[in-house]
């Protein structure tokens, strides 16, 4: 198991930026995939970005592409999400995961650690 904690939610103004922190803490981060995942309101979870253990490889979904950009530091255990030209249709509770994969996935269900969210909310 690996304990994941969210930082770096906050409210900002449409067009602004944000960049959210997952720290971990257990077994070794880097045997990890990484992922975003957030949720507004009323809806269901969905996928935002990953990254394999490496860091080389990334995804995307198609809503943030091109804005959003996934990062991770595995000499200092923690995964970043850089968010620019924020909108309000991305205003959610994101949540960092880890996956005892070493490649990219998008699968909620392959996801086995999970953090506690930070609220991300965007003003128009």
């Known amino acids: 198991q690996v304990q994941l904690v969210e930082s770096g939610g906050g409210l900002v103004q449409a067009g602004g930026s944000l960049r959210l922190s997952c720290a971990a803490s257990?077994?070794?981060?880097?045997?990890?995939?990484m992922g975003w995942f957030r949720q507004a309101p009323g809806k269901e979870r969905e996928f935002v970005a990953a990254?394999?253990?490496?860091?080389?490889?990334?995804y995307y979904a198609d809503s943030v592409k091109g804005r959003f950009t996934i990062s991770r530091d595995n000499a200092k255990n923690t995964v970043y999400l850089q968010m620019n030209t924020l909108k309000p249709e991305d205003t959610a509770v994101y949540y960092c995961?880890?996956?005892?994969?070493?490649?990219?996935?998008?699968?909620?269900?392959?996801?086995?650690?999970w953090g506690q969210g930070t609220q991300v909310t965007v003003s128009s």
């Open positions: 995961a880890a996956a005892q994969l070493k490649v990219v996935t998008t699968a909620q269900r392959r996801y086995d650690n």
């Open positions: 257990g077994r070794t981060f880097s045997n990890y995939a």
């Open positions: 990254i394999s253990w490496t860091g080389y490889s990334t």
